[in-house]
Every structure is written in structure tokens, then in C-alpha cells.
């Protein structure tokens, strides 16, 4: 299989190679493996809230609320305590 490289992360890759002293094939192999590795993990992920969702287990709240509550408690992590 190839693959294209635009110039500038093709010269990214070279400078690790010769930092690590590894070849540049085994770097993107790396990293193409490890991104499939995360995907698979993000995507389980979205499979098991989305399965917490449909079963009632959690409980969806309005994007306003949300954003609410985070302000709210931003609010109170800032008042100094007396």
C-alpha cells in the first residue's frame, strides 16, 4: 500500500525518525494503528451511552440546561469563601 504525504508533514515525520531513530514506515504504522485503537475505543464508548440512553439508565438534558449548570457551577467554583 502507499501512501501520499503532503511536504510538510512528510518533513515532521522524517524529524522524528531521526529523533527516535526509528524508521518513518514504523512511525505511521504507529500511528495509523493507534488511531484505529482510539476509534474503536470512542466507538464503543458511543455504543454504550447511547445503550444508557435507550434503556433510561441516563437521562438527557436540554443543551440550555446544560450550559446552566456548568455556568453555575464555574459561578461558584470562582466566589471565594468566606
Do not use: W
Request: no cysteine.
Amino acid at each position: 500500500m502507499e501512501v501520499s504525504i503532503k511536504p510538510d508533514l512528510q518533513a515532521k515525520l522524517a524529524k522524528l525518525a531521526a529523533e527516535t531513530g526509528r524508521a518513518t514506515d514504523e512511525l505511521v504504522e504507529d500511528a495509523v494503528s493507534g488511531f484505529f485503537d482510539e476509534l474503536a475505543l470512542t466507538k464503543a464508548m458511543l455504543d454504550r451511552r447511547y445503550d444508557e440512553v435507550k434503556s433510561g439508565k441516563v437521562k438527557l438534558i436540554d443543551g440550555e440546561e446544560a450550559f446552566a449548570r456548568l455556568k453555575a457551577k464555574a459561578g461558584a467554583q470562582r466566589t471565594p469563601s468566606a
